[in-house]
T-cell receptor, first 112, second 111 residues
Framework: DGGITQSPKYLFRKEGQNVTLSCEQN?????MYWYRQDPGQGLRLIYY???????QKGDIAEGYSVSREKKESFPLTVTSAQKNPTAFYLC???????????FGPGTRLTVT | GQQVMQIPQYQHVQEGEDFTTYCNSS?????IQWYKQRPGGHPVFLIQ?????EVKKQKRLTFQFGEAKKNSSLHITATQTTDVGTYFC???????????FGTGTLLAVQP
């Protein structure tokens, strides 16, 4: 059963702590993306990767970091430098160019 | 930078009424995609338009891509409660391998 998974669904952290969100896909897609969505808002691109071992900053990369060591995985770390980290984080993948994006179920991060 | 705006931000209709959301880009797009996000869910791809002036239909949904490839619309005929959600357009400027998502239109349907 092909798809894109994110874990956990809900995540709670104290201010000042780094936290890593998981994103895995078995669709054999080259491109992967991380978006942030705030209540009532659209999707804002944090980072994207078109190929293994390469990634680019999106529109709101400050306070975030990523890695792409494997084609299947694109973890996002929300660092303590991110001033307002509480949000809904969505991971997506596509076969490129960019084609249709397939989204994971998302992770709701709450930082207090 | 490239921006994609949608109007309206929110629309509340009675079941059976029609609904339209409009998408406008600050730059010419090579293609445009539409997604639907149910409340509490994640965006799901609906369709992609590529050609200038293209019109595509999916049952009660009609999608159009403007002649100048800078705007698009989604029209739903005779809305149903299952149509509830936020509809996003997303434009591909062509220069980079990424999409620029519109601000979204939240549709509420009253039975």
């Amino acid at each position: 059963d092909g798809g894109i998974t994110q874990s956990p669904k809900y995540l709670f952290r104290k201010e000042g702590q780094n936290v890593t969100l998981s994103c895995e896909q078995n669709l054999n897609h080259d491109a992967m993306y991380w978006y942030r969505q705030d209540p009532g808002q659209g999707l804002r691109l944090i980072y994207y990767s078109q190929i293994v071992n390469d990634f680019q900053k999106g529109d709101i990369a400050e306070g975030y970091s990523v890695s792409r060591e494997k084609k299947e995985s694109f973890p996002l770390t929300v660092t303590s430098a991110q001033k307002n980290p509480t949000a809904f984080y969505l991971c997506a993948s596509s076969s490129g160019q960019p084609g249709q994006q397939y989204f994971g179920p998302g992770t709701r991060l709450t930082v207090t | 930078g490239q921006q994609v705006m949608q109007i309206p931000q929110y629309q509340h209709v009675q079941e059976g009424e029609d609904f339209t959301t409009y998408c406008n880009s600050s730059t010419t797009l090579s293609n445009i995609q539409w997604y639907k996000q149910r409340p509490g869910g994640h965006p799901v791809f609906l369709i992609q338009l590529v050609k200038s002036g293209e019109v595509k239909k999916q049952k009660r949904l009609t999608f159009q891509f403007g002649e100048a490839k800078k705007n698009s619309s989604l029209h739903i005929t005779a809305t149903q409660t299952t149509d509830v959600g936020t509809y996003f357009c997303a434009g591909d400027g062509g220069a980079t391998n990424k999409l620029i998502f519109g601000t979204g239109t939240l549709l509420a349907v009253q039975p």
